[in-house]
């Protein structure tokens, strides 16, 4: 698949680039059909001064923090079954974390008045439901450090931070992939929606 990456990349590129000329034929060929050109002064206009807004969305976000906790969870080596003592301990240590952890954001979620519950009292839509990936991305990179830390494979806080950035790396092809398909997205509903 890895092969394949940088043609699908050249291809939603050239998608962007068929829809421009597209839409701009179209509002000529047609200037009564509600197509707006991304190529007139109101489409280039549209699109620069609104592309960061395009990119800057909780999916964003979400993939930045996902990615750092798949960093931390590689590096710690959580999910490899562990032979030794040390790593059998850091392991039942993790799983006492991540239960108080899980049993803190329960309180907060599920008690009467829970301070993460909707206005109305609501699960969905709610603070807990927007904030959803983000907690499980805290809980993996708060039990991937711990368990790394604990067991040896994380010894220092210089390791963590290694971590964090070699999920980043690792991902950085989801970046690029969400800005071509955001871009692409968004124009298609400038230009016919």
């Not at 179209?26 to 592309?51: H, I, K, Q, T």
């Not at 990615?67 to 030794?84: I, P």
């Not at 800005?179 to 968004?186: D, G, K, N, P, S």
Request: aromatic residues 14%; glycine residues 6%; contains cysteine.
């Amino acid at each position: 698949m890895k092969p394949l990456l940088p043609y699908i990349a050249l291809l939603l590129f050239g998608l962007q680039l068929v829809l421009m000329l597209g839409s701009w034929l179209l509002s000529a060929a047609v200037p009564d059909s509600g197509v707006c050109s991304l190529l007139s002064g109101e489409g280039l206009r549209w699109f620069m001064s609104n592309f960061a807004n395009m990119l800057a969305s909780p999916i964003l976000v979400w993939l930045l923090l996902l990615a750092m906790a798949y960093g931390v969870l590689r590096h710690s080596r959580l999910l490899q079954v562990g032979k030794t003592y040390r790593e059998r301990r850091a392991r039942l240590m993790t799983l006492l974390l991540l239960s108080a952890y899980i049993t803190i954001v329960c309180l907060l979620t599920f008690t009467p008045h829970a301070v993460l519950l909707s206005a109305t009292g609501r699960l969905w839509p709610s603070p807990f439901s927007q904030s959803l990936v983000s907690l499980v991305s805290f809980g993996i990179m708060l039990t991937g450090t711990f368990y790394g830390m604990v067991s040896g494979h994380l010894p220092t806080f210089r390791d963590v931070y290694n971590a964090l950035l070699d999920g980043l790396r690792r991902s950085a092809p989801l970046f690029l992939f969400y800005i071509l398909f955001t871009q692409l997205y968004e124009s298609f509903r400038f230009a016919f929606l």
